[in-house]
């Protein structure tokens, strides 16, 4: 006997029609201020929200769209004289990466110290030309997370796939910092002059909050020197003896690493 099977579609139907009326409902949420900006209140509220106490002395520059935060960028790369540190989430192909991996390179060859933190999921679209520049002039570029499926002990934590960096930082010479919301891409580029040109705020520091930028950064680096090692003792001391479980001396744990069949 043939099944009919249209009662069956016809409750899927239903279902997708439920489905997508569904996500197109949208809560609106308002935030209750309990205090005013000028209440002192609220500047130590925000200390203890944000972590790193609010800092006074600080000169603060909006830059707008890419057409003011590229030139603003690239001006103090160009300019440095002993230190850049570049920690971004996307970094892609295109004239914008091009300008920058440039600028990059050249000063890490008249002997300025560069290091770039590129989160790997981010910066997927990354052309190689690029990359080799910068790392054949002699900048330090680092990856953060990078997905390694088939590395020792990646499965026994996959919700690392999820650990990444969307900072945006540029540290000069540890006098002048750039933190906000634009990426290394030609997407940013212009002045969000039609859909094809996105819009996004960036800003320019000078004092005290600089130091606060590079210290961000360099627990940034900490964390890829601390993942680094960690793996590498895992590959070291996990081995197929007693069935592939072995202690993971070097986070101290006494976890179980799953390295073949229990």
């Known amino acids: 006997d043939k099944i009919d099977m249209r009662l069956p579609l016809l409750l899927l139907a239903l279902l997708a029609l439920t489905s997508c009326s569904s996500f197109s409902k949208r809560d609106h949420y308002r935030v209750k201020h309990q205090y005013a900006t000028r209440d002192p209140q609220f500047e130590r509220t925000m200390n203890s929200l944000l972590g790193p106490g609010l800092q006074p002395g600080n000169e ?40 920058f991996a440039e600028a990059l390179a050249e000063r890490a060859r008249a002997h300025v110290a560069v290091h770039v933190i590129l989160d790997w999921q981010g910066t997927q ?65 212009g002045d969000a002059q039609d859909p094809k040109h996105w819009r996004d705020n960036h800003y320019r520091v000078k004092g005290p909050v600089v130091a606060e930028l590079q210290g961000a950064d360099q627990q940034a680096r900490h ?34 690493l799953h390295a073949g069949p229990a």
């Not at 690239?74 to 230190?83: T, V």
């Not at 890829?224 to 479980?245: F, N, P, S, T, Y």
Request: aromatic share 8%; hydrophobic share 35%.
């Open 223 to 256: 964390d890829l020197v601390a993942r680094a090692q960690h793996q590498r003792g895992i590959e070291r001391v996990v081995g197929k003896g007693d069935g592939g479980r072995e202690r993971d001396h070097v986070a101290g744990e006494e976890r179980e």
């Open 125 to 189: 679209k990354l052309d190689h030309d690029s990359l080799q520049l910068m790392k054949d002039a002699g900048v330090e570029v680092a990856q953060y997370n990078p997905i390694k499926p088939f590395q020792v002990g990646f499965w026994y934590r996959p919700t690392r796939l999820n650990n990444r960096t969307h900072r945006k930082l540029l540290i000069v010479d540890g006098r002048i910092g750039f933190t906000g919301g634009v990426g290394i891409a030609d997407e940013w580029d």
């Open 60 to 99: 603060v520059v909006t830059l707008r769209n890419g057409a003011e935060i590229f030139p603003a960028m690239l001006k103090a790369i160009r300019g440095a004289k002993r230190s850049i540190n570049l920690e971004t989430y996307i970094y892609w192909k295109g004239n914008i990466g091009r300008q």
